[in-house]
């Protein structure tokens, strides 16, 4: 089945969203997905038919101010990594979700990490792809300039910024047809440009890495951690200590992907969520 473009309002925010549906019924929680800058949900469609195969629903949204969900001025909405767990704590409580898994990757996402931690009752499993995840990270120069004044006004208004980005990450060119969607909300609106460049200015990478660390703690869900081993923004190895230090947790290396492993070896990362998420649990 094709994935299923669909919107939801929440309060005074339009969430957009991707919908895949096994071909049969399941009582298997959904599968989120979470994207992380500049991305959208689109970069999870290659591994969302994987998962209906074996069975899982899957969802991933746009976050508020990127792709097709709102974009509202940072007036009516922090862009905060707060503002951004109120409002996907919100979407979950719409859509009717009690647990789910949950599937994150890149900056930004790392908000769906700090959403698990303040949440376990509703997370069956967590999937983390190239996120931070330790007070080693930090914001790479490529996004930091995003955020500078005047200079950011400027970058954010350019549809190229994406390209840069997911490439100079991935290490590898993206297909023009890929990167036609990803342009696109620039291409329409100076306000996907405006809302990341809040989202930079506002991250608190610092402060959310402090509370991810200390959440580690009382972790005892089951746990995979999926590293391309060529990122230049993130190093594997807080993931290798964090895989060492979980009581329930697997780490798989891509050798040759970068920071977006889902853009070139969706194969490999499907395969690697669909062991993970149909493994019995070990009691």
């Known amino acids: 089945m094709a994935i299923e473009e669909k919107t939801i309002q929440v309060g005074n925010l339009q969430w957009f969203y991707g919908e895949d549906n096994p071909v049969n019924e399941t009582d298997k929680p959904p599968v989120l997905l ?3 800058l500049p991305s959208q949900s689109f970069t999870w469609t290659a591994i969302m038919p994987d998962l209906a195969a074996q069975g899982f629903r899957s969802i991933a ?3 508020i101010g990127y792709g097709r969900s709102a974009k509202p001025d ?3 909405f922090a862009y905060t990594p ?3 767990i109120d409002a996907f704590s919100a ?3 719409a859509l009717e979700i009690n647990r789910f898994y949950l599937i994150v990757q890149g900056f930004l996402a790392s908000v769906g990490i700090q959403y698990a931690l303040r949440n376990s009752d509703k997370i069956e499993r967590l999937v983390i792809i190239n996120t931070p995840i330790s007070a080693e990270a930090k914001l790479p120069w490529k996004m930091q300039q995003l955020g500078l004044p005047f200079v950011g006004d400027m970058m954010t208004q350019d549809p190229l910024l ?3 980005t997911l490439e100079g990450g991935s290490g590898y060119p993206i297909s023009d047809e890929d990167l036609d969607v990803y342009r696109r909300p620039f291409l329409k609106s100076s306000d996907v440009g405006r809302s990341l460049m809040n989202t930079i200015r506002n991250i608190q ?3 959310s890495m402090a509370e991810i660390e200390a959440g580690w703690k009382n ?3 089951p746990t995979l951690l999926v590293w391309g081993l060529t990122d230049p923004w993130l190093s594997v190895e807080p993931a290798e200590k964090l895989a060492a230090s979980l009581e329930n947790a697997q780490l798989v290396k891509l050798e040759k992907a970068g920071h977006y492993p889902q853009e070139h070896w969706s194969e490999k990362v499907g395969e690697a969520l669909v062991t993970f998420l149909r493994r019995k649990d070990v009691k």
């Open 34 to 36: 979470l994207h992380g």
């Open 61 to 63: 949204p746009d976050w």
């Open 74 to 76: 940072k007036r009516d």
């Open 82 to 84: 707060d503002a951004f």
């Open 91 to 93: 979407l979950i409580e």
């Open 162 to 164: 994406v390209d840069r």
């Open 205 to 207: 990478l610092q402060q």
């Open 219 to 221: 972790w005892t869900h």
